[in-house]
T-cell receptor
Framework: ETGVTQSPTHLIKTRGQQVTLRCSSQ?????VSWYQQALGQGPQFIFQ???????GRGNFPPRFSGLQFPNYSSELNVNALELDDSALYLC??????????????FGEGSRLTVL | GENVEQHPSTLSVQEGDSAVIKCTYS??????FPWYKQELGKRPQLIID?????GEKKDQRIAVTLNKTAKHFSLHITETQPEDSAVYFC????????????FGKGTMLLVSP
């Protein structure tokens, strides 16, 4: 068991709604990354948080936002949901925000369906 | 940014055969190349990784090779078993000040008994 937990595991929303996904990182890990995995695709990097600050962002619009808390848990918020936001959202924690270091430990993901 | 291409998209083999999955990357400064296995409905799990200071790494039936000059790396699975059936993703980390992975699109490996 990797220790990274995500909630909820599944949820259904309608277009225009807002959603918050949560992630608890593995004990001792200070870095959390969020990925979007559309069906049949590889995970796409959304953003990363290191010591409560955004430490990098992929090609996602501002309606995707996040937070990291002092205990290193994290939230992903998506506003104004679109149909294309339907995907598996993966949280991954690692020990450091450094370059090319540290295995990423993934959670089981939150599967979002937007109708 | 980094771009990772992965081939083939699907691979069917008989149990006991070998399987090879190939990836190319675009950023010559990338220095860490992990491979993840994702079973249906499960999280991606790291199975092997390689860093740019080595050319090959082996772990039992799994090996990874890296050619930095050509900017490609490959996953080799020998003596495949039905439980090897899954989607495999290669990834690379660009040198950009933070550790994040760029993934390939995945290879679905089907091992038939």
């Amino acid at each position: 068991e990797t220790g990274v937990t995500q909630s909820p595991t599944h949820l259904i929303k309608t277009r225009g709604q807002q959603v918050t996904l949560r992630c608890s990182s593995q004990s001792g890990h200070n870095t959390v990354s969020w990925y979007q995995q559309a069906l049949g695709q590889g995970p796409q990097f959304i953003f990363q948080y290191y010591r409560e600050e955004e430490n990098g962002r992929g090609n996602f619009p501002p309606r995707f936002s996040g937070l990291q808390f002092p205990n290193y848990s994290s939230e992903l918020n998506v506003n104004a949901l679109e149909l294309d936001d339907s995907a598996l959202y993966l949280c991954a924690s690692s020990l450091t925000g450094g370059i090319g270091t540290g295995e990423l430990f993934f959670g089981e993901g939150s599967r979002l369906t937007v109708l | 940014g980094e771009n990772v291409e992965q081939h083939p998209s699907t691979l069917s083999v008989q149990e006991g055969d070998s399987a090879v999955i190939k990836c190319t990357y675009s950023d010559s400064a990338s220095n860490y190349f992990p491979w993840y296995k994702q079973e249906l409905g499960k999280r991606p799990q790291l199975i092997i990784d390689i860093r740019s200071n080595v050319g090959e790494k082996k772990d039992q039936r799994i090996a990874v090779t890296l050619n930095k000059t050509a900017k490609h790396f490959s996953l080799h699975i020998t003596e495949t078993q039905p439980e090897d059936s899954a989607v495999y993703f290669c990834a690379a980390i660009p040198i950009s000040g933070y550790s994040t992975l760029t993934f390939g699109k995945g290879t679905m490996l089907l091992v038939s008994p």
